[in-house]
């Protein structure tokens, strides 16, 4: 499974884009799926309050991080448990060898989040995203 959908939605703005309410993620599982751009990601709250926006399947077998468990300020696979934090990356494999640090060469795509007001926007653009929030129009749905 890949989180590349096969579509020839438009490129990203280099502009911040509105992808959800805050409200979107209230609640006692604060874990929503989102196609952006053609990509299919997982926009969730950590434990700490954070925001992570990171591709939607584990590049393991496949299985959909929506339906992870949120822990660790991460989120762990439904089907083998490896775990990744908000920026993607993996920090957890548990079937793996105690010395093994394989872990450390898998990295999911993420995308910075911010809020602002009562929404939350993302940045998919080429380099470093504005200081301010820019909103352009998002090629975007929540995947309810």
């Given at each position: 499974?890949?989180d590349?959908?096969d ?35 997982v ?5 700490q309050?954070e ?8 590049p ?18 439904p ?9 993607g990356?993996?920090?957890?494999q548990?079937?793996?060898?105690e ?10 795509p ?8 009562e ?9 470093e ?8 129009d998002?090629a ?5």
């Amino acid at each position: 499974m890949t989180d590349q959908l096969d579509t020839e939605d438009a490129a990203a703005p280099n502009a911040w884009v509105k992808i959800a309410d805050i409200v979107d993620l209230a609640g006692r599982r604060p874990v929503i799926p989102i196609t952006l751009y053609g990509r299919r990601l997982v926009l969730f709250r950590d434990d700490q309050g954070e925001l992570g926006l990171i591709g939607r399947h584990c590049p393991h077998r496949g299985a959909d991080l929506v339906f992870g468990r949120r822990e660790d300020n991460g989120l762990r696979c439904p089907f083998h448990g490896w775990h990744f934090d908000r920026t993607g990356q993996c920090v957890e494999q548990p079937a793996e060898p105690e010395d093994s640090t394989m872990y450390k060469t898998i990295k999911l795509p993420s995308f910075p989040v911010r809020e602002q007001g009562e929404a939350i926007f993302a940045y998919m653009g080429e380099g470093e995203p504005p200081a301010d929030t820019v909103v352009a129009d998002a090629a975007h749905s929540l995947d309810n």
